[in-house]
């Protein structure tokens, strides 16, 4: 059986549209996301430096001889 080319045309031209569009779309959605995993990486450091701060008071009043 054969495929009209009208058919095929529009396969076609349908695909390479979706991957046009993919592309664009790509391209304004990735310096967002950049943007976004920058600033999770500088609470992620605000998070851990306070933890270590709070490990390191605790360990200073755990050191008294008042114990």
Avoid: W
């Amino acid at each position: 059986m054969r495929v009209s080319p009208l058919i095929k045309f529009a396969r076609y031209s349908a695909l390479l549209v979706g991957m046009i569009y993919g592309k664009k779309r790509y391209d304004y959605l990735q310096p967002i996301a950049a943007e976004e995993k920058r600033m999770e990486a500088e609470e992620k450091a605000k998070h851990e430096e306070a933890a270590r701060f709070a490990k390191e008071i605790a360990a200073a009043n755990e050191d008294t001889i008042l114990k």
